[in-house]
């Protein structure tokens, strides 16, 4: 058995100790491999380690995320950390059980179903009495099972699965700490598919549905996200707050994306660059995945049409070793800017990286999506501040949300991101609509709430949702939702950790067009 602490990120960190973490990180694992019992790649002694968080394999493969434990103290920041339980991490077909999210701590300043009202009306209750509480698959009188997919063997998954993992157990235990979903606490069970391999992750799926009874899926870090539709439609199973890495996603009636799709989230940034960067030429940096090449399309399309012309196209893979050959390339052509729709973060750390060892940067910067991290700052370091920007959906970071964080996963100081907001408003959502409905909870009666209105974040990040069909399909949806805008960020500064009170350091809302738009 072997256990890690894991440690909080520096404000910066030189750019070669970077490279040794990208470098250390970049393994995918095998198909019988668990990456997330590997420690994090060193970060320097400015780090400061979270002792109430810890990483434990057992000698049956299974791997435990335990954060926080009750009365628990972050030595560093005098912060009341309190306790999460735990979120139990298995790869496919290893039958492990979840234990309880939550602790009975006392109350946390933040109760996000506040505002919802509970439906407790008489043919419910008698419904729900009836049944002894067992409503559906998954649901007893005092608990509600949920799953997840995460790829723990993808480069970089010590900084971004696991915090993903934590975020979601995070919020869960928030709202186990107010006496869960009209009493029923929530429970968590994660599965590993390694890299985000397919077969894997439709094997974690079989098995969280077959062994542990899972009510609804929740929000993952999966490449395999797009090809497990129907899977779901088989098992008649929801999946609240997915990340939305294919469109597919927002077009699946059995998903409920709490970020926006990876190709509106292009075009919102190729509008931006028209209309802020104004450049004459440009680069584009493209994962080859199908997703992110028709991303990189849109992109092509938009700046295209403004008289600005494509000089270098580099299509890159997910598992590039090296990214110099494609720095030397974009030199030799000299964009004025450059572009990147690589989902994959480790792609891009090394393209920056590679840049700064070579002293290359394009005289207008470079942009693209999905790197809104407390993280980044240690990777990135001090060359690309000031002429790097961001897109996210989410204002950076908001009080509520890194209350929450503080509070139930204090290992995550420093380790939040988007996509762990996006879990954490997915799971408010569920908890939302589960209230709503009333005892009487069914996945029919779940799916048809959620598609019933208008979802809203609170104000400090400043998104709302709708599953309506005008929203999944076609051109037709809310320009002012999360199919329609975008938030845009500059990179500022090494120190990306955010304030206490969930201000952003490090990352500054772009002076020149802060809200984006699919559409103009």
Request: hydrophobic letters at 40%; a neutral charge.
């Amino acid at each position: 058995m072997r256990t890690t602490s894991l440690r909080r990120a520096a404000p910066a960190v030189p750019m070669c100790a970077g490279l040794a973490l990208i470098v250390s990180a970049c393994g995918s694992g095998g198909s019988g491999s668990v990456a997330v019992a590997q420690p994090p790649a060193p970060i320097p002694a400015a780090a400061v380690a979270a002792p109430a968080a810890t990483t434990t394999t057992g000698p049956t493969g299974t791997t435990a995320v335990t954060a926080g434990s009750a009365g628990a103290k972050a030595p560093t920041t005098g912060r009341n950390n309190g306790g999460v339980g735990s979120t139990t991490t298995g790869k496919a077909g290893a039958g492990t059980a979840a234990s309880a999210v939550g602790a009975t701590n006392g109350n946390a300043a933040i109760d996000p179903l506040s505002e919802i009202a509970a439906d407790s009306s008489a043919v419910n209750q008698k419904v729900s009495d009836e049944k002894h509480g067992a409503t559906d698959i998954g649901v007893t009188k005092d608990s509600i099972k949920l799953g997840s997919i995460n790829m723990h063997g993808m480069a970089l998954g010590n900084l971004a699965t696991l915090p993903m993992v934590r975020g979601n157990a995070a919020a869960a235990a928030a709202i186990n700490d107010r006496g869960g979903v009209l009493g029923r606490r929530l429970t968590i069970t994660d599965c590993d598919d390694g890299p985000g391999e397919v077969s894997r992750a439709k094997s974690c799926l079989k098995k969280l549905v077959d062994e542990d009874r899972i009510f609804s899926m929740i929000t993952g870090v999966d490449w395999a996200t797009g090809s497990i539709h129907d899977d779901l439609t088989q098992y008649h199973l929801p999946y609240i707050g997915a990340w939305a890495y294919s469109q597919t996603e927002w077009q699946d009636p059995f998903m409920f994306p709490t970020h926006m799709s990876m190709i509106h989230e292009a075009m919102a940034g190729g509008h931006w660059v028209v209309n802020v960067i104004r450049p004459k030429t440009y680069g584009l940096v493209c994962l080859t995945s199908p997703e992110m090449q028709l991303a990189c399309n849109n992109v092509a399309k938009i700046v295209d049409a403004s008289g600005a012309k494509l000089v270098k196209r580099a299509d890159v893979s997910i598992s590039e070793t090296s990214m110099s050959a494609y720095v030397l390339a974009m030199r030799a052509a000299n964009p004025e800017h450059v572009i990147h729709y690589v989902i994959n973060p480790a792609t891009i750390v090394k393209f920056m990286t590679e840049a700064t060892q070579q002293g290359y940067y394009p005289p207008k910067g470079i942009s693209g999506n999905h790197l809104a991290a407390e993280v980044l700052g240690s990777l990135f370091g001090k060359w690309p501040a000031g002429r790097y920007w961001t897109n996210t959906t989410y204002k950076l970071w908001g009080p509520e949300f890194i209350a929450t964080m503080h509070k139930y996963a204090p290992a995550n100081d420093g380790l939040n991101y988007h996509i762990v907001q996006a879990g954490y408003v997915g799971i408010n959502f569920f908890g939302q609509a589960a209230k709503a409905i009333g005892p009487n909870l069914t996945r029919q009666r779940l799916m048809a709430e959620l598609g019933d209105r208008s979802w809203k974040t609170d104000t400090s990040l400043d998104q709302r949702f709708s599953y309506v069909p005008s929203e999944r399909t076609g051109d037709n949806w809310n320009r002012e939702g999360a199919q329609g805008r975008e938030f845009m960020y500059k990179y500022t500064s090494p120190n990306t950790v955010s304030n206490p009170d969930g201000t952003p350091n490090g990352w500054q809302p772009d002076p020149d067009q802060f809200v984006i738009r699919t559409d103009r």
